[in-house]
């Protein structure tokens, strides 16, 4: 360990389907890193610049979240997004999502390899592509306190499997991140919400956030979270909604103008886009309009009323409602012993979930809400910062509190006949071990193979395949004469570790690991972003390339702001200011001194802040006054309702 | 099973008697390697150390939230690598001897396994033969239910529904049901046999336990087959 870990930061990331966000604990309190346009929210996008012929570079810029999000309408294909549902997945996996998504596989992928993912004239696997999310979410934190962020806790969903979760790992990894802890995101949730109540009982946590769903039920008991039961689907989310949405229309328009999108990725992109925004407008509103432009001059246009919305997802939110009668079964518990449901997730503003939920759970018969107070995007992050607190032991605040989580699904070995041998029960204790015993078949046989598997299925070859790992160096011995004893452990992030002994000789046998769907360590390393990276020498350079970053972003705004009907409000002294602030941070942004240009980005932002309010004003309500151009695209996009297509709202994804 | 570690173990790093605490220094706080503690030891404050059958649940569950604590990995983030694997470990076995430990017939199962008589053949999982093979005194009652069984699947392929059928399998259903919550009664007694009897009478109230979890077991699955069927609607 090195010397300074004392006083490093731990942050807490939420690595979403949709959306990305790093948090830490300011004081007693989890707070959002917001990025450099003032946003909460990074989408995970990631997209590759064109390549610049005139770049020393061979390889193009990678760009990610909002400014990445341009990119999947004009060049689709350089451009990725939910890249979390391959996470950990094979070939055979993924060809449902393949219908579905505009994922393009490289042509070379052999069978049994890790996926690779083409963007461009280049090829990620999805550790990678998750890695640049995470790199710009360190970037992020890094601006924001000064210093280098290298430790942080990561979230994932309850019910990710073990290549899942070890391909979380290993993107934090590559982003030059030690991942200290994952933490399943609905106990995450929990941690949030538990923090400032000292709350004996049991609560269910609903997370159904926008690739995945999971439920987990939790007793709370003297600051120990100890979960008693998760279940959910990993490929089941609001993405899902969309997917059922862009198709509904796209047939439409086949059968109302005879054009067919489907083989057209941007306009695909484009009916996403309009899809998305009428699924949101309708948790508010009791109809939405679709209205698209479409090749040729024609337009679609669509009024789709609430009953008939809710009518096309009841399907996609039904199928949440089978996991949370077996996680309350596996917890022994009846829905009216729960005493609180807290919701996670964008999808669950969907006033439809609202009232599965509350029947699932007998909720309004008994008198009771749902728990909605923290913004239900933001709270895993939160309490990722809270776990990363326990973690630092930094403070008093987070020090009685403990996360006790479970693995979500049964670890099990394949035994004579294909039929699987549970040596874990789903639903355990984390970390949690097994121990078992093999011998040879053959006379002076020297190796042993064990296949584990995860789930709840008899036959291996319905459940889900870890490894295989051949023990070697068995001494040769009779048949059946050798005892191996192998150790199979859950750690605490809910990954499996494998130790084997042979018991007659002492031997330690050597493992070799062959995981089914993952990256060896090997390619990992091959695969760290930027070494650079890690370097804390190159911190200052990195601040300095940052901060021009955010320069060009401020004053591309600014360039923009005089098309805006409110600039015609400023008075002329106001315009000159803004003017002159904007050159002095033109000029300064040639330079190569960090406080310099962070200084004229902060005049040119106290400068535009007029211009702010007034922009506001024209689209929101008063309650926006006082706030710099930052700030209150930030506010923007807190408030629900109202999406300005202006260049500081962010991200319109749930 | 490694070999067994004694009672008079003492700290790695402070020389305490580790007697009522083998995983966590009562002294001076250090975790300590978990190699060879027993489930029973692992709980010794509510156990003695002993392999006790008639455990107070609410006690364990208090000690497991006072070790887990203590001993959890998450307490460990920024300790030595040797601390963080011996944490790994002695939550691991703290997590295992818990959840062994509060389900009575579990806890049963571990002694067995304990004093050499487990149940369990190596790598056998759930579905061994063993769990197939009735107990004697019930064959001809087993016989006779799976006739019934049989028919009632027969009907539910022929889309056809017969009252009478399910009424007797909702009958034998109960009937196994009560045969099962015997054994559960039986096993509480043996139970209190060996948790006060001397060696004779331990090695007698072991040996019946080892037959009554097989007769569990049988019973259990029939009763789960029963159901299933019962369950499965008609086509
Ligand atoms: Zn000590």
């Keep these: 360990m090195s010397e300074n870990t004392s006083i490093e930061r731990v942050v807490g990331i939420d690595l979403g389907t949709t959306n990305s966000l790093v948090a830490y604990m300011q004081g007693d309190q989890p707070v959002v890193i917001p990025g450099v346009d003032g946003s909460n929210l990074v989408p995970s996008i990631v997209a590759l610049d064109p390549v610049d012929p005139a770049a020393e570079s061979s390889r193009p810029t990678v760009t990610v979240g909002n400014t990445a999000r341009r990119s999947l309408i004009a060049t689709p294909e350089r451009a990725i997004y939910s890249v979390k549902r391959l996470m950990g997945r094979g070939l055979e996996d993924v060809r449902e999502e393949l219908k579905l998504f505009p994922f393009h596989l490289a042509e070379d992928l052999q069978p049994g390899e890790v996926l690779r993912i083409r963007l461009g004239e280049l090829t990620f696997t999805p550790p990678e592509i998750s890695a640049y999310v995470l790199r710009q979410l360190k970037r992020n934190a890094e601006r924001y306190f000064g210093s280098p962020v290298t430790k942080a806790v990561i979230t994932v969903p309850a019910y990710f499997n073990d290549a899942q979760r070890q391909a979380t790992r290993d993107a934090g990894r590559m982003a030059g991140l030690d991942v200290l802890r994952l933490v399943n995101e609905p106990t995450a949730a929990a941690l949030a919400y538990g923090l400032d109540r000292a709350k004996e009982g049991i609560i269910a946590v609903y997370d159904f956030g926008g690739g995945t769903f999971d439920v987990s039920i939790l007793k709370l008991n003297d600051g120990i979270f100890e979960v008693i039961a998760t279940n959910g689907d990993t490929h089941l989310g609001g993405d899902d909604i969309d997917n059922l949405l862009s198709a509904v229309a796209i047939d439409e328009i086949f059968n109302d103008h005879g054009i067919d999108l489907r083989q057209q990725p941007d306009a695909i992109q484009a009916v996403r886009k309009a899809v998305i925004e009428a699924k949101i407008a309708l948790s508010t509103q009791p109809a939405a309009l679709l209205d698209l432009e479409l090749p040729g001059g024609l337009r679609y246009q669509r009024e789709i009323p609430r009953p008939v919305y809710e009518q096309l997802i009841a399907g996609v939110l039904a199928r949440t409602a089978a996991p949370c009668r077996q996680a309350m079964a596996d917890a022994g518990i009846t829905p009216d012993q729960i005493d609180e449901v807290v919701l996670v997730g964008g999808s669950t503003r969907i006033p439809a979930v609202r009232t599965l939920v509350d029947q699932l759970f007998h909720l309004s018969a008994r008198g009771k809400q749902p728990h909605t107070d923290l913004n239900p995007d933001e709270v895993v992050a939160l309490g990722a910062a809270v776990q990363a607190n326990i973690l630092a032991g930094s403070s008093a605040v987070t020090d009685d509190l403990l996360l006790l989580d479970v693995t979500p699904l049964s670890l099990g070995i394949e035994a004579l006949g294909g039929v699987v041998a549970r040596i874990i029960q789903r639903n355990s204790t984390i970390p949690a071990s097994a121990t078992e015993h093999f011998t040879t078949g053959v006379d002076g046989q020297t190796n042993v193979a064990i296949h584990v598997v995860q789930g709840e299925r008899e036959l291996a070859s319905d459940c889900r395949s870890l490894a295989r790992f051949d023990l070697k160096g068995i001494p040769p011995m009779p048949a059946g004469l050798p005892r191996i004893e192998v150790k199979f452990l859950i750690d605490a992030n809910g990954i499996l570790q494998v130790s084997a002994r042979e018991q007659r000789s002492g031997q330690q046998a050597s493992i070799e690991v062959k995981p089914t769907y993952g990256l060896t360590d090997d390619q990992v390393e091959t695969m760290i972003l930027d070494s650079f990276d890690n370097a804390e020498a190159d911190f200052e350079q990195r601040q300095l390339i940052e901060a021009r970053l955010e320069a060009e972003t401020i004053l591309a705004a600014v360039a923009k702001a005089p098309e805006n009907p409110a600039w015609q409000l400023l008075t002329p002294d106001e315009v000159g200011a803004i003017e002159s602030t904007a050159r002095a941070l033109e000029a300064a942004k040639l330079g190569s001194d960090l406080a310099i240009i962070r200084l004229c980005v902060t005049a040119l932002d106290q400068t535009t802040r007029r211009f702010a309010e007034l922009m506001m004003d024209q689209a929101v309500s008063s309650a926006m006054r006082g706030k710099t151009m930052q700030v209150a695209g930030d506010q923007l996009h807190s408030s629900d309702t109202i999406h300005a297509p202006h260049q500081f709202a962010p991200a319109e994804f749930e | ?235």
């Design chain 2, 1 to 235: 099973m490694d070999t067994p570690r004694t009672n008079e173990s003492n700290c790695w790093a402070c020389h305490a008697s580790l007697a009522a605490s083998p995983l966590l220094c009562p002294h001076c706080g250090k975790v300590q390697p978990s190699a060879g503690i027993n489930y029973f030891q692992a709980f010794a404050a509510v156990t003695g150390g002993q392999p006790l059958l008639t455990l107070d649940l609410a006690a364990l569950e208090r000690e497991f939230h006072r070790l887990s604590r203590k001993l959890h990995p998450d307490r460990f983030a920024r300790a030595s690598e040797g601390e963080q694997a011996w944490s790994l470990a002695a939550t691991a076995l703290l997590n295992d001897a818990y959840r062994a430990l509060k389900d009575p017939v579990q806890r049963t199962e571990y002694l067995l396994e304990l004093k050499g008589q487990g149940v369990g053949e190596q790598n056998a999982g759930r579905n061994k033969s063993a769990d197939r093979q009735p107990p004697a005194d019930l064959l001809e009652e087993v016989f006779e239910l799976n006739m019934q069984l049989e028919e009632l699947r027969m009907n539910q392929k022929m889309g056809e529904d017969d009252p009478a059928l399910t009424a007797d399998l909702t009958r034998a259903q109960a009937h196994f049901d009560g045969l099962l919550a015997q054994v559960d009664s039986d096993l509480a007694s043996q139970a209190a046999l060996w948790d006060s009897g001397d060696d004779t009478a331990r090695a007698a109230a072991l040996k019946s336990m080892a037959s009554l979890l097989d007769r569990r077991r049988y019973l259990r699955n029939l009763v789960r087959d029963v159901k299933d069927a019962l369950a499965t609607p008609a086509l």
